[in-house]
């Protein structure tokens, strides 16, 4: 009797189910588990930016809709982070959207621009709110195989021309989810060209950008020449300031694009609690030392890991950037021995049943790579969101299990 809608038909299988579900069973089973599955940082938001909500909310003008399209001094404030971090220059009333969180900006954003048949150019892996907000728009998906022959990049030579004419969003994400991976100015020149030469608008997720070691800091798609008239760049205070429950991002770049967003935005909903937008005025302006704190920890976490895994005989690269490491599934699943690097993993590599056998063998939840598209198969990706003696431990079942 109730029919599903072809849209919610064509949505892409959610494959972390079967994972999902066995990890509630070990959980109801009492089972010690080590979960490395879940994108979301495990340490608390900051405290000055609890006790700004705390103070906002008690004023009872945070308590009415916000209507407008996000605080004017929210946008200010972002405006002011975008220039001391990118030196970027955005004007606050034209070309910056706060959003409630930026999930729902970038699956909102097809609907602004794509018709029936057109397509988006989405890398595969990705993070699966770009091909969910593509199909929910109507639009239809062609895949850029992230390789990691490619260093883990979309080869935009091998873009067919018909498919060219007929794109009209290219998503990229870097530093990347899944699988870690950076990119630097020049690959962000290739886009913005290509984009200008097919008339296609670039959507950057750069949810990830403060979170890098060793020193590196990534840049913003919008640091290149011609980036604001080629696209958008969207960004949140999710993962830098541990703040994923409070949802609060943004959309910043070219204001056509903006007020595009805006306009769907303003069908769908009523702006962002303006106690989280002042909260978010506390988040960004300051207390640097979070930052450092934050990567630091990441980076013990994510050392230990590394070390964990190539004393396993499991070789796998230090990622410079997010809180990730995208590792391959081995070979044999039953020995010790280390297993070869061939130039792509084999398809038939099973993360599913890889990732439920590290849960059933040594309780320890990863993610299966094929959970963020079919170039995924191959891989799993281990989240470094439990602490650094729970990741030394996590090592010591693997190293039982392999
Ligand atoms: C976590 C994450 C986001 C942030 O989402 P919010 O909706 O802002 O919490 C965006 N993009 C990627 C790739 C992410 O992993």
């Excluded at 003008?61 to 220059?89: C, S």
């Excluded at 959207?97 to 954003?109: N, Q, R, T, V």
């Excluded at 020449?225 to 958008?232: L, N, P």
């Excluded at 300031?241 to 609060?248: D, E, F, H, L, S």
Aim: with cysteine; glycine share 8%.
């Amino acid at each position: 009797m109730f029919n599903l809608s072809k849209k919610i038909q064509l949505l892409p299988p959610y494959l972390f189910l079967e994972i999902d579900k066995a990890k509630r069973k070990a959980r109801a089973e009492g089972r010690d588990i080590i979960d490395l599955g879940v994108g979301d940082p495990d340490q608390p938001t900051p405290t000055h930016i609890i006790e700004k909500l705390y103070q906002a909310a008690k004023d009872p003008a945070t308590h009415r809709y916000a209507l407008d399209q996000g605080m004017p001094v929210l946008r200010q404030a972002i405006a002011d982070w975008y220039k001391n971090r990118f030196n970027v220059e955005l004007n606050p009333e034209t070309e910056i959207l706060p959003l409630i969180g930026s999930k729902e900006g970038i699956a909102h954003l097809p609907l602004a621009f794509l018709n029936a048949g057109d397509y988006s150019l989405v890398p595969d892996p990705c993070y699966p709110p770009y091909k969910g907000g593509t199909i929910l728009a109507g639009g239809k998906l062609y895949l850029m195989p992230l390789l990691e022959s490619n260093v883990f990049l979309p080869d935009l030579k091998k873009i067919p021309i018909n498919i060219r004419r007929k794109a009209k969003l290219i998503y990229i994400n870097y530093p990347n989810n899944p699988t870690a991976a950076t990119a630097e100015k020049d690959f962000y020149q290739k886009v913005v060209k290509f984009a200008n030469k097919n008339k296609i608008i670039v959507v950057s997720d750069l949810a990830y950008s403060e979170i890098a070691y060793d020193g590196y800091r990534p840049s913003s798609f919008l640091e290149v020449e011609g980036a604001k008239e080629a696209g958008i760049e969207f960004h949140s205070l999710s993962k830098t300031y541990n703040m994923t429950g409070w949802r609060i991002g943004w959309a910043s770049g070219n204001a056509k694009l903006i007020s595009a967003l805006a306009k769907v935005k303003s069908n769908i909903d009523s702006g962002i609690f303006s106690a989280v937008q002042l909260a978010g005025i506390a988040a960004l302006g300051g207390r640097e030392g979070h930052i450092r704190n934050m990567c630091n920890l990441y980076q013990e976490r994510r050392d230990t890991l590394i070390n964990g895994l190539s004393s396993l005989g499991w070789q796998v690269k230090s990622p410079r950037a997010t809180f990730y490491v995208w590792v391959r599934v081995p070979k044999k699943l039953d020995t010790s021995t280390p297993f070869s690097v061939r130039d792509e993993p084999s398809r038939t590599a099973d993360s599913i049943k890889f990732s439920k056998l590290l849960l059933e063998k040594a309780n320890i939840v990863v993610t299966p790579g094929v959970g963020f598209g079919k170039y995924g198969e191959g891989y799993v990706r281990f989240a470094l969101t439990v602490d650094k003696e729970r990741i030394k431990e996590a090592v010591e079942r693997l190293r039982k299990v392999l």
